[in-house]
C-alpha cells in the first residue's frame, strides 16, 4: 500500500466508540510482552508489528528516552526547507489542519524526507510538551532515531500511519498520539516528507487520519500546479527564442523539466550537473551544449562550434526605483526589473564577486548582521528568478558570468 491509498483503505489505530483508556491499557499489555518475549494477549497492526521488528533488529532499546542526538542549525535548517520542495505548500497545510490545531491540544509538523522537524506550529502549551520530547524543529524524527512513530514510520511504510500510546516503541513516547501522511512529488513520485499531526494521546480520534491524508493529496495537487505554472511561464518567454534558434534547443526549469522543444525528440526532463551554471556541457543524448539563462530555467542548445559563448549581466541602477536586469547571451536577451530591495542585493553582489555571507548582506540591508533569516528568504526568492546565476555558500554571481552594474550617468 503507497500514499496514494484511498481513504477506504486508511487504518486508524483505533475505532469511533472505542475507549482511549482501555484501549490504551491492552495496547501497554501488547508492548510489555512483545518487548519481554512473553506473550502477547492481542497482536499489534501490521504497520506497527513490522515498525517493532524493525527497530529490535536494529537494537534500539524501547525503556530509554530517545531524543534527537544533534539538531540542526539553524543554517543547515533553512538550507534544508529550501531543498524539500515544500515550503511553498506549509501555508496550505496549516489552514487544512487549522480544525485539529486551534483548540491548542495539538501541534503540526512538517519533516522532510530524512525525518527532519523543518516546521512545526501549535500552542505554547503543547509545544513545550513537545520540547520535553525532543519534538523540536532541526531534530531528526526518523524512525531509526526515535522509534515507532507517524513521521518515521510513515516514511519507512510509504503510508499514512496514526500511532497511538503504545504503538510508540519507546514507552517515553506512550503518553502521545500521531498521525502523519507522506507528501510525494507529483512529477517523480519521491517522497518529499511527512506532515504531522501529534499531541496527547487523549486527542486521538479516528477521522483524523483521513483528514490529514486528504490534506498530504491537497498539498500535492498544489505542487502540481505550482509546477505546471513555472513551466507554461518559462514556455511564454522561451517560444520567440527558440523560434529564432537556428538549431537544436530547449528551455528547461532549473530542475531539468521541459517547457519547450525545438527540432529536438521530446522528452520531458534532462539530467542536469549539480551547480550548473551559464556555459558548455555534456548532456546525454544531445552530447555537447551551451547553457544560458532564463527566467526561472535554462535555454539548451546543442552547440554547433567549439566557442563557448558567454553570459553578460547588465544592472542599471536608477536615481531611485526599481534596479533593471538584462542578461544577454549568444540567442539574445531579456530583461526583469527588480524591486528596489533585490536590485539593492544584486548591486551589492555584482560589486562583490568574491561573494557575501548572509550576515554580512544582513549588514549592508539592515545596518546590524542578525537578520539572515530574511536575507536567505530574499536570496531565495531571487535564486528561483534568475536560476543558476547564482549560487549560495557565499552569496554570489556564479562563476563564467560577466557582470556589470551601470548606474543613472552611464
Known amino acids: 500500500m503507497n500514499a496514494y491509498e484511498s481513504v477506504s483503505d486508511l487504518e486508524p489505530a483505533m475505532h469511533a466508540g472505542d475507549d482511549p483508556r482501555e484501549f490504551a491499557s491492552v495496547l501497554s499489555a501488547v508492548h510489555d510482552a512483545a518487548m519481554s518475549g ?12 513490522d515498525s517493532w521488528q524493525r527497530l529490535r533488529r536494529a537494537g534500539l532499546d524501547p525503556d530509554v528516552a ?60 503543547v509545544l513545550t510538551r513537545a520540547d520535553d520530547l525532543g519534538f523540536v524543529e532541526g531534530a531528526d524524527w526518523a524512525e531509526g532515531s526515535v522509534g515507532t512513530n507517524a513521521i518515521g514510520t510513515a516514511l519507512m511504510s510509504g503510508r499514512s500511519v496514526q500511532v497511538f500510546s503504545a504503538e510508540h516503541f519507546v514507552r517515553s513516547h506512550h503518553s502521545w498520539t500521531c ?61 520567440p527564442i527558440l523560434a529564432r534558434m537556428p538549431g537544436p534547443a530547449l528551455a528547461v526549469d532549473t530542475d531539468g523539466w521541459v517547457a519547450a522543444v525545438d527540432t529536438v525528440s521530446p522528452r520531458s526532463r534532462l ?19 551551451d547553457v544560458e539563462a532564463l527566467p526561472g530555467g535554462w535555454l539548451v542548445r546543442v552547440a554547433e562550434t567549439s566557442h563557448s559563448p558567454t553570459t553578460r549581466v547588465v544592472l542599471r541602477v536608477p536615481g531611485g526605483g526599481n534596479v533593471e536586469v538584462t542578461v544577454e547571451g549568444a540567442s539574445g536577451a531579456w530583461t526583469h526589473r527588480c524591486s528596489p530591495r533585490h536590485g539593492d542585493i544584486l548591486t551589492f553582489l555584482a560589486r562583490h564577486p568574491e561573494g557575501v555571507t548572509a ?3 544582513s549588514t549592508h540591508l539592515f545596518g546590524v548582521d542578525d537578520r539572515t533569516v530574511t536575507v536567505r528568504a530574499e536570496m531565495s526568492r531571487l535564486r528561483r528568478h534568475f536560476g543558476g546565476l547564482l549560487v549560495a555558500g557565499p552569496y554570489r554571481f556564479v562563476d563564467g558570468v560577466d557582470v556589470e552594474v551601470l548606474d543613472a550617468n552611464d
Not at 512473553?38 to 508489528?49: E, L, N, Q
Not at 483524523?208 to 514556455?235: F, G, K, N, P, Y
Open 38 to 49: 512473553g506473550r502477547m494477549p492481542a497482536r499489534p497492526r501490521g504497520v506497527i508489528d
Open 359 to 361: 550576515a554580512r548582506m
Open 271 to 289: 539530467i542536469l550537473p549539480p551547480r550548473l551554471g551559464p556555459g558548455r556541457i555534456f548532456v546525454n543524448a544531445l552530447g555537447e551544449c
Open 66 to 125: 530517545c531524543v534527537s542526538e544533534r539538531t540542526l542549525r539553524l543554517d543547515e535548517l533553512e538550507d534544508r526547507r529550501r531543498r524539500s520542495g515544500l515550503a511553498e505548500v506549509v501555508d496550505e497545510l496549516a489552514r487544512g489542519l487549522d480544525s485539529l490545531i486551534a483548540d491548542g491540544d495539538n501541534i503540526l509538523v512538517v519533516s522532510d524526507a530524512d525525518g527532519h522537524v523543518l516546521w512545526r506550529s501549535g500552542s505554547s502549551k
Open 179 to 239: 498521525t502523519g501522511a507522506p507528501i510525494k512529488d507529483p512529477r517523480t513520485g519521491e517522497t518529499l516528507g511527512v506532515v504531522d499531526v501529534s499531541g496527547p494521546a487523549a486527542t486521538i480520534h479516528p477521522t483524523t487520519l483521513a483528514l490529514v491524508h486528504a490534506v498530504a493529496r491537497l498539498a500535492e495537487s498544489q505542487l502540481r500546479e505550482s509546477h505546471h505554472r513555472r513551466l507554461d511561464s518559462l514556455r511564454a518567454v522561451a517560444a
